[in-house]
């Protein structure tokens, strides 16, 4: 009696043992597959861990519809899948991806809606909008009927659009000399001021914390102490991270451009006859599919060459393509940095090459016009 009792206590132990090691291999990405008439065998598998901007939609591994997003798909056998991600009213989103044995691959997909809304940021004009170092704020010159001159909107806030945002002038026009009609406006790393060309090629310095300007003879001599301290900054910066010798002069060139999270940047490298757009990934570590380097796009160096600018998400450029200068016309598009799901945002009438994302993602600043006079305002493209 004695002995079928312990019998059963080390059956039940071994049955228990069993299962607790089956959901451990199970969690861990086992499986058991046959191959054709062969054996069964305990293969490895992989998972993916798919989210979407918006949240809410569906998940195909090749074709196969298996969650929604925000969701992990598990047991998917190692090497290339098709990756889709649909909701209704947006645009479907797709991607070869890699999966890796025991790993999971993170996958964030931004979906663009099939209709963008187009809306006014501002009503009262704008001209040159320049953005801050931080991405965080746009300084613009504008003929407005009670302030006109300099004026600095914020990006950031929980809606951005004409009647929740508060722009502010800092340079009012005065009876000699009209800042509103002036040519361009640079921004110190700091924030704290703004190097103004007035229409006439007088320079003039904007102290934000007074709004007070100081003319200035020596606009040069300003911008390479800007450029200085910016070098200073990024060189202590990169002395940090794991860069190769051969990338960190690039890493600290004025030309280069570096993502909001400040793990990324973005530099062009000229291959026989083609201009390629590299983006170098610091993050470590590195996600699961993604690559260190990677060419996001690629353009003839006798073709115009795009306007590019990160996204706020720091694994999206934003493009605004076409013969803007001239034409006054352009396409504006997302990429994402591996080069893929390139998505068309907006494309007609533009008056400046320069495109900007909004620091929560949903909404794209350019500057254009609606109307048959010369007034171009600012506007957004709510993406979704």
Known sequence: MTSTKGLKSILVTLLLLGISSGLFLYASGYRLERDGEGPVDLTQTGMVNAKSVPEGANVYVDGVLRTATDGTVSGIEPGFHTLSIVKNGFVTWNKNIEVFPELVTDITSILVSQSPRLEPLTNTGARQPTISPSLNKLAFFSKD???????????????????????YVVLEDIQSNFYSSGKTIEWAPEEDKLLVEDSNGAFFIVNLDNNVAEATASPELIREDWAAELLEK????????????????????????WAPDDKKFLYTDTVDENVEYRVYNMEKPIPVGEKVETVAFTVNVNDPQP???????????????GNIAEEQKGTVSILRIDGTNKTELYSNTLYTDRVFSSPGGDKVVILTSFKSGEQTDLYTIGIR
């Open 145 to 167: 009927g009670t302030a006109p001159g300099v004026w600095v909107i914020p990006l950031t806030g929980e809606a951005l659009s004409l009647f929740r945002t508060n722009p």
């Open 234 to 257: 990024r060189t202590d910066f990169i002395e940090r991270l794991d860069i190769p010798e051969e990338l960190r002069d690039i890493a600290v060139a004025e030309s280069t451009m």
């Open 307 to 321: 306007s590019v600018t990160w996204y706020a998400d720091s694994f999206h450029l934003i493009l605004a393509e």
